[in-house]
């Protein structure tokens, strides 16, 4: 796991009270990378703009209300303006509160916000990376759990997690119980998709490689053997 790739999540965050898209920006804030650390906190620079890109978040104008909530909530503590040399200002500087965001965490790529989730998809998408269980690579949430741990409808629970299926950014799917093998338990989400995928069919390719080998090698044998019998043949009725 190379370092710049992750950053940690604090797992608090989820049961925080912040909106949907609170926590989405907080989220992009904590995954910017920074060599500038004090005992005040984390210094981010970012642009307003950059951030309403993010998050899925239409208007910079939404972001300054948001980070300014951030900081009445104590999430960031300061927020630092800059002044460009036309006296306009600049990109602001947040400083994150790493007292608050302290605690037990999970790793997550920063590429995620890559993705162009909205604030809802992003939330419902890193809570399921927090439930992956690590040795099974799996978790199954249900999604009454789902929404009532994110505080979402469930109706829109359902709809968020066919949108990641559809984008590829997860893998559903259904298993029978144990003691009914009639009935379907919960829901299995997993992140190995395209892996699994390139897998079977790097493997289907050097199977199909290997006996197609083998009857062109067949197809070589008996050629010589047919060519060795007609000289042979010819041989004879030369010489004899």
């Known amino acids: 796991m190379l370092k710049l790739d992750y950053f940690k999540l604090p797992n608090y965050i989820f049961a925080a009270d ?4 609170e926590f989405a920006v907080l989220a992009y804030l904590i995954s910017l990378h920074t060599n500038i650390r004090s005992k005040t906190g984390d210094y981010k620079r970012v642009r307003q703009t950059t951030i309403a890109h993010s998050c899925g978040i239409k208007t910079a104008q939404t972001v300054s209300r948001i980070i ?12 630092i303006k800059a002044y460009r040399p036309d006296n306009l200002i600049g990109t602001y500087t947040y400083v994150l509160n790493t007292e608050k965001l302290c605690g037990e965490y999970t790793p997550i790529k920063r590429s995620v916000f890559t993705r162009n989730l909205n604030a809802k998809q992003l939330k419902v998408y890193l809570y399921l990376l927090k439930c992956i269980d690590k040795k099974l690579m799996y978790c199954w ?8 741990a994110l505080k979402i409808k469930r109706d829109d629970v359902i709809a968020i997690v066919s949108d990641l299926v559809c984008e590829r950014c997860i ?6 119980r144990y003691d009914n093998r009639n009935v379907y338990s919960d829901n299995v989400y997993s992140i190995k998709t395209v892996r699994l995928i390139k897998k079977r069919l790097k493997k289907n390719c050097s199977s199909l490689f290997a006996l197609r080998t083998a009857i062109t090698y067949q197809h070589t044998k008996i050629n010589l ?14 010489f004899f």
Do not use: E, P, Q
């Open 171 to 176: 893998r559903k799917t259904r298993k029978l």
């Open 18 to 21: 912040l909106t949907h898209n």
């Open 68 to 79: 300014k909530s951030l900081h009445k909530k104590g999430f960031i503590s300061y927020i």
């Open 225 to 238: 053997y047919t060519c060795i019998i007609a000289l042979y043949s010819l041989f004879v009725n030369l």
């Open 141 to 148: 949430n249900s999604f009454s759990d789902i929404s009532n």
